[in-house]
């Protein structure tokens, strides 16, 4: 099989794979651990970078999907008709964001897709086509998304002429609010934990002279929680830290939302947002795909939902990430190497000093060669980045935290 993989999908994944001495495939998950062909197990750590929210199989989530399944009867994709039992999602989605209670959601299969859906809706209500977006941003590889990307590497192959919007440093607030009183722009896209690059954090401050800065401008407020969303950051929805009275306009949700299970993403909007795009003569069906909202994606939606509401998911979370956050921060205490914690929640990034710029890929080597999978940032190379199933409990964590700590100590030696 690696020879057809190597043959017909991708070479040069296998090379990285076997240069960093990672198995080339997984061939079981349960829980909180991948199993190899040899049948040992690996911590993951990664949990498709955050998608994986439950662990892997969930029982609770893949029985209902299975059920759902093989009940049959109800139609897969149905174009001529509506699809009802999205709604339910939609609602609880909605009840549960800082939007308005009679925001739309409008369904889509995967995190880059719904972004640009999002944008089509900004440029759409506000009739303007440029966006503003942050560096070291990430919201996916399709185009429109990716040339929203404030990294160098995820926007290559992109053709200049793409290039119309701006990307700006999110600490650079004189910089962030000329650009938008200088231009028109539709939108501006933030994360407010940024996931791919390397964990920082909008403050509550800065955040409300974003979207005061946007309100001024007639700019809309997209906040993309591919990774944040549904109990990442100890809330259900990142967004929550809004001022009060400075909700965001659209919100973006995917990974999550079905624990990993299977491809479903949404933008939820205020409602004459949804309406500037769908409400004219003859555009109900104006945007959309052949899977948006399927019946087995939404099944599991609602079981993710029901999941994280009887498990109070997001207090759990909350409180495995203050345990954690405190032995990491113990950890920087003790090694100088160690110079910062950042993230939110179980998004939990670990920056070196500038002075060991090796000492990342050293740690990841110790992690590897212990069976516990992690992430180096893409944007940040000595940033380590964590993203477990939501349920990992504070034993398997303090066991990584020791690993760290005696990786640390080796390469100081
Ligand atoms: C913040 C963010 N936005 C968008 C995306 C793109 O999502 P997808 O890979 O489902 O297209 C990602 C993927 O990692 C992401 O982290």
Redesign the pocket.
Known sequence: METLYRRHINPYWLDTLEELSLPSTHVRGDGLYLYDESGEAWLDLVAG???VSLGHHPPEITRRVAEAIMAGGAPGTYPWGANLPSAELAHRLVAKSPLPEDARAVFA???????ETAMKLAMAHTGRTRFLSFRD??????LE?MALNGNAVWRRALPDMRNANTCVDMRDVDAWTRHLREADHAGVVI?LV???GGGAVWGAETLATLVECCRETGTLVIV?????GLGRTGRYFASEKFPVGLAPDII?L??GLTAGIL?L?VALCRAEIHHSLFGAPGCARIHGSTYAGYGAGIVAGMAVLDFLESHEIPAVVARTSAHVRGRLEGLRAEHRSVASIEGEGLLITVTFSDDCPDLSGFCLDQCIANRVLVNLSAHRPNTIKLTPPLTIGTQELDDVVDLFDAALQAYAE
């Open positions: 970078y955050g998608a299969c995967g995190g880059a897709e719904s972004v941003g990430f919201h996916g590889l399709t998304a994360e940024q996931g791919i993309d929680e591919v990774q944040t973006v995917a990974k491809p993403s």
